[in-house]
């Protein structure tokens, strides 16, 4: 049975891309051992930008949405930063992110405690330590924990 031959770079970028979206910064490194020259893979990265295949702030809107439900607004802010999304498009994100915090971190909090308040410190702190750890602001999670936070019925 004859070999195949390697696929080409263009390619593989577009394997990668047809999965699920990448930053610009992701898609480099997965590509960057099989580039000839890192030329070769700059040109390719904005072809791919051009033609529509690759974009940051569809990565970054992909993210948010899929985290958004077991995670808090620092967390996410986070991961798209470390996957290289520039600051604009985090920015923007972090401050729809911030407006459903509480709600979301409430709406764990049920999920997870069945919306019972902590009867000791211990497990106050453990609701605590929970909550703050997915990503949620410290005094969003006080008021959650300690019942001053009346979510809306929206």
């Known amino acids: 049975m004859p070999k195949q031959p390697a696929p080409s770079l263009m390619g593989r970028a577009l394997r990668f891309l047809s999965r699920r979206e990448h930053s610009q910064q992701e898609l480099r490194k997965k590509l960057l051992p099989y580039a000839d020259s890192e030329q070769e893979l700059d040109d390719l990265l904005v072809k791919l930008e ?4 690759l974009s940051d ?4 809107e992909g993210l948010a ?4 439900e077991r995670y808090g607004s620092l967390k996410i802010v986070e991961e798209l930063k470390q996957n290289g999304v520039d600051q604009e498009t985090v920015s923007r994100l ?4 911030k407006e459903s915090d509480a709600q979301r971190a409430h709406d764990l909090w049920q999920k997870k405690f069945d919306g019972v308040s902590p009867v000791d410190q211990k497990d106050r702190a453990k609701q605590m330590r929970y909550l ?12 959650i924990i300690t019942g001053r936070y009346m979510p809306s019925d929206d």
Do not use: C, E, H, M
């Open 132 to 143: 703050v750890s997915k990503g949620f602001p410290l005094d969003q999670v006080s008021k």
């Open 94 to 97: 972090k401050n729809d992110l």
């Open 65 to 68: 949405r899929r985290k958004s």
């Open 57 to 60: 702030q569809r990565f970054a």
């Open 50 to 53: 051009k033609q529509n295949w």
